[in-house]
């Protein structure tokens, strides 16, 4: 099933959660709804549910105006992150419960309850715990409960609310290769609601990245992140070091240092930020062309990686740079050294309105 969103608002008070937000997911996708606390992405995912009225615009599933719809006839699984399992029934009656509630007309017999929870324990790898009660039972093992529970009623959409949140880092991160590989068996269209950069570039087909009730950026984990559409995305996708200067005629300076800006040619003259993240850094002990003096502050080895904290030797401004712990023990450098940096790559947002070439005061 494909869902449409089209030009939704949302206001609480004199808050607004959603303003004008438009966004097609095609079936089968898994798409990550990116974003910080308040940034209304779990708005939109309730929209889509049907568990929140927009004020204005429409939700459309294949096509169909669900907008006035209520939830129990959307056909939406759910999965939250505080797993809402019921503590006085096993594993198999909390799998069942959505079939068996059903009204008699639509519940199916008990021979093919059993079957589809069975079914479904196994698809989860968890069939060897249906006789036992949720507080026996791990976080992670409970989450993947209620992602059954969810699928038992045939949904078309899934709709999964910040599902590992209250899970530890190691289960989250086994949990998000276990979804990825799960919905690509199932392929259901489903749309999770995340604020961790990581599982929405690791687990999505697509990633929407919301800022303050509007999209930012819509595109695959690989665009999102090596083609960030606006500074709030270079920034909230991983470390980013920022270079303030100014963009003349497509060409960017930032003290002695100069970058092509070829999308800002028109530019006569603005300030500017160049947004380069730590492992687009070169780091060498002798200076090159145009590369920027600065002093190593502490070295942090994590795995294979050495993270460098370094203060810029003209404006005191830290940066951060990653490099191989094979580079790094080459380069031997320690707290104190001087080394020179240069950035590899870069993408060169403006900060101020600008006045392009030729045009009049």
Not at 94 to 122: C, D, I, M, S, Y
Not at 206 to 227: C, F, L, M, S, W
């Amino acid at each position: 099933m494909s869902i449409q969103v089209r030009n939704v608002s949302k206001n609480f008070g004199n808050f607004s959660a959603l303003n004008g937000v438009s966004l097609d997911i095609e079936p089968g996708e898994l798409v990550a709804l990116l974003g910080p606390s308040g940034s209304g992405k779990t708005t939109l995912l309730r929209v889509i549910a049907g568990l929140e009225r927009p004020d204005s615009g429409q939700i459309y599933f294949s096509g169909e105006d669900t907008t006035e719809t209520r939830v129990q006839e959307r056909e939406v699984g759910f999965v939250f992150q505080h797993y809402a399992l019921f503590r006085h029934m096993t594993i198999f009656e909390n799998v069942a419960f959505g079939l068996r509630v059903r009204p008699r007309k639509e519940r199916p017999a008990e021979a093919e309850v059993q079957e589809r929870v069975h079914k479904l324990l196994n698809l989860v790898q968890l069939d060897w715990l249906a006789d036992r009660y949720p507080h026996q039972l791990s976080g992670g093992q409970r989450q993947r409960i209620a992602l059954a529970r969810a699928l038992a009623i045939e949904p078309k959409v899934l709709l999964l609310d910040e599902p590992f949140g209250a899970l530890d880092a190691k289960v989250r991160k086994e949990l998000r290769r276990w979804l990825r590989r799960l919905h690509d068996e199932i392929n259901l269209t489903s749309v999770f609601v995340t604020h961790d950069q990581e599982e929405a570039l690791e687990v999505a087909d697509r990633i929407v990245v919301v800022n303050q009730g509007k999209i930012e950026q819509v595109g695959t984990p690989e665009a999102v992140y090596d083609h960030p559409a606006t500074a709030f995305v270079y920034q909230f996708l991983g470390n980013v070091n920022q270079f303030h200067g100014r963009v003349r005629r497509g060409i960017a300076t930032f003290g002695s240092k100069t970058l092509a800006a070829p999308e800002h040619e028109t530019v006569e003259d603005a300030a500017a930020t160049a947004y380069v993240r730590p492992h687009d850094i070169d780091i060498a002990r002798a200076p090159g062309i145009a590369s920027m003096p600065a002093t190593v502050s502490h070295a942090l080895r994590v795995g294979p990686v050495v993270r460098l904290e370094l203060s810029r030797d003209d404006n005191g401004e830290l940066v951060e740079v990653e490099v191989p712990r094979e580079r790094f023990d080459d380069l031997g450098v320690a707290a104190g050294n001087v080394v020179h940096l240069t950035p590899r790559r870069a993408k060169v947002f403006l900060e101020t309105p600008h006045a392009a070439v030729g045009a009049r005061p």
